[in-house]
């Protein structure tokens, strides 16, 4: 959806996995785990996190350190997913529920690449079962998963690229409003926000243009300038930015096809939009100035050449391409000139010209 690219997602597979109860007493290691088990649906919360980075690893973050170790082969994989596990259990707030801490190696058929997976269960019977098997408690929090989709409560997506950790990672916390993470999960992974929600609106902005320019002028009935008016002020009105919000902005602006083959291929250039500007899967606040009620452009060069337009309409019927002399090309593309007269010039616009 928006960290792992489209060829992670086709050859995504767990090479190895290790879960640790984490929350409550003393924290005691479990055995490491012989085999992967239940992957197929694990590989499904894998793609269900997979959101656009959000965050990126501060240079000292021991988190990171240890994953580059695992990565390079400097530290087993269980004893990593152990130190990991022990560091998120100490720094478990006390209003945190008990639950069950999972470290995945995943592989995407690219020897390059290693990728890694952190998820943190809710899951109170975990702690009951501490003396069962582990295919006797991964069966257990399956199911308490299937009945509770919210049992899911911290997850983080890091890739490693020819041993070395890239900065940006990806991070949910249902225990903050999306795409923040709580200061305790922002302690344990040593992350910095790399983006604040006008950045992000920015992106989304910026995105909506990408579409525009992507789909068929013949797939926007009103013309592009009226399809881009209306995606801005489906996502101005909106509480918050998200993908189906997008989308849905696109059918609408679209004229609500009924047809599904071009509703699907509108989809895709959404998404693909969005992922593109990093934004895939965030769900964030609508920032007012970004997305602020129809404004007004005004263009005058020093030949006293003057343009007004709506800045809605600039980049997509009005186009300015700046030189690095200073000189600029303006170009109008428009679907018919309205009126062309020529007016009498008045005393002070004689004057000014001179």
């Known amino acids: 959806m928006g960290f792992l690219s489209d060829t992670e997602l086709d050859g995504l597979s767990i090479v190895r996995m290790n879960f640790q109860v984490v929350g409550e007493g003393a924290f005691t290691p479990r055995p490491a785990m012989p085999s992967v088990e239940q992957a197929d649906f694990f590989l499904g919360r894998v793609r269900d996190i997979d959101i656009s980075a959000a965050f990126s690893f501060e240079p000292t973050s021991e988190t990171m350190e240890i994953i580059r170790a695992i990565a390079a082969g400097d530290q087993r994989f269980a004893n990593g997913a152990v130190a990991l596990a022990r560091d998120f259990d100490r720094q478990h707030v006390g209003q945190s529920k008990a639950g069950a801490f999972f470290a995945f190696e995943l592989s995407a058929n690219d020897p390059a690449v290693k990728l890694y997976a952190l998820l943190k269960y809710d899951y109170s019977e975990v702690l009951t079962l501490r003396q069962s098997s582990a295919r006797g408690q991964l069966r257990k929090i399956v199911q308490a998963f299937v009945k509770d989709k919210r049992a899911l409560q911290k997850s983080a997506l890091i890739r490693v690229v020819n041993g070395n950790v890239e900065a940006e990672i990806s991070a949910t916390d249902r225990g903050a409003r999306s795409p923040s993470i709580t200061d305790f999960f922002t302690r344990f992974l040593q992350v910095k926000r790399e983006r604040d929600d006008v950045e992000l609106n920015k992106a989304a902005s910026d995105a909506l243009l990408e579409i525009l320019n992507t789909v068929p002028v013949a797939h926007w ?134």
């Open 221 to 354: 009935p009103s013309g592009r300038a009226t399809a881009l008016s209306t995606m801005r002020e489906a996502l101005r009105t909106s509480r918050e930015i998200s993908d189906d919000v997008v989308i849905n902005a696109v059918w609408v602006a679209a004229g609500r096809p009924n047809d599904e083959e071009l509703t699907d291929a509108l989809r895709k250039r959404a998404v693909a939009a969005l992922k593109k500007k990093k934004i895939s899967g965030l769900s964030f606040q609508t920032n007012s100035t970004v997305f602020k009620v129809a404004s007004k452009r005004k263009i005058r060069t020093v030949e006293n050449v003057r343009i007004e337009f709506p800045d809605s309409l600039s980049g997509v019927v009005v186009d300015t391409a700046k030189e690095a002399d200073g000189s600029a090309v303006i170009t109008i593309r428009t679907q018919q000139i309205a009126s062309d007269e020529v007016v009498t010039e008045t005393i002070g616009n004689v004057r000014q010209l001179t």
